[in-house]
């Protein structure tokens, strides 16, 4: 009995931050209130208040999976992958409510007085990684240093899809993903691999779960 | 006495707009008020809606005006003076509560169901002036796509103010300015000229008006 109320709490709490993505997505989150979560969800004030008490609390947990539910396509670590890393999150952002909504309220949270930019940090950390990779390899400049290069990235990238989203409610984002790739990669790509590299969007392959 | 009563419409309008910048930056667009808008600029109710009928009506004009007041530094059109043109740029974010608040608002538009990306292509248009001028001068590669990099400079500037803002109320802005332009400058400048170009703040000079 125990083991069903846990089961049941997870799903509960899965499905409040479904919802929670969903209207945050679509309302942003002063147009969001705790209420309309609940409706959205199907589930009582007693359900809510036991794993939420607040719409900060919803908030601050939608931006925190962040990463939980992005699964990056498999593929040999190095500048490639990190490429195909940028055109993923691209078709997540387009598609992912979930994804789009804590990306949303990491950009937003001032709005909810929070000023923290872990979100920010977490993803220049992934960028990081593949770039360690990518020296090891050999693909890197001699002058590119791998943590500032990351985080130059990571900001360039969030500049592009709140323009995309502006612009073209991000239908263009995987074209402004390759030009932005066109003028880094000869800042940061060996001339022995630049010609190598691929900046479009790999052909979609059966599609993952 | 018309043109009194101009000028001091004027002047009104101008304290409106004014202590609106200060309350939007501080608070966001959903927490201000036109009440604290009101208070802060000392204008009577009938004062208000003779300007502005609603809050949204006054984060519109304060976006609108965002090119008016930045002046752009003196100097050479061309490549150098775009990067001297970004560097301008973090110091008015560092210092100009009005340009401040407008790019707030730009970004943060949603926020009152407005998706207008105006702002953002009048920056690309600035930067692509000067490399259009860069172009003529034989600064750039032959591959660069003025208009393409422009917009791909803006996209990226405005996600860099935007994670120094989270990150350290963007007192680290001109370092990261700095760091995006060290990965941008090989795609896009000619072998000819790329070291001549600084890509450091210009020295303060008497400080313009």
């Not at 069903?4 to 969001?32: K, M, N």
């Not at 990190?82 to 709005?111: K, P």
Request: proline share 3%; glycine share 6%; hydrophobic share 40%.
């Amino acid at each position: 009995m125990a083991k069903l109320r846990q089961d049941r709490a997870v799903r509960t709490r899965e499905a409040i931050l479904e919802a929670a993505a969903e209207v945050f997505d679509a309302c942003g989150y002063s147009g969001t209130s705790i209420r309309l979560i609940m409706e959205r969800a199907q589930v009582t004030q007693g359900g809510m208040y036991f794993h939420f008490k607040s719409k900060q609390a919803i908030a601050e947990a939608v931006i925190a999976s962040q990463q939980e539910f992005v699964r990056f396509p498999d593929g040999e670590d190095g500048l490639q992958r990190l490429i195909d890393i940028t055109f993923h999150l691209a078709r997540e952002l387009q598609t992912n409510t979930r994804f789009r909504a804590s990306v949303r309220l990491a950009v937003d949270q001032e709005e909810f007085g929070k000023r923290d930019a872990t979100p920010y940090f977490e993803w220049a950390e992934q960028f990081r990684r593949q770039l360690v990779v990518a020296r090891q390899r050999g693909e890197l400049r001699d002058d590119v240093d791998e943590r500032e290069f990351a985080a130059v990235l990571m900001a360039s990238y969030s500049g592009t899809q709140i323009f995309s989203n502006m612009s073209t409610g991000r239908q263009d984002l995987p074209q402004r993903v390759t030009a932005l790739w066109r003028y880094l990669l000869p800042g940061v790509a060996d001339e022995s691999v630049i010609g190598r590299l691929r900046i479009t969007p790999a052909e979609a392959g059966p599609h993952a779960a």
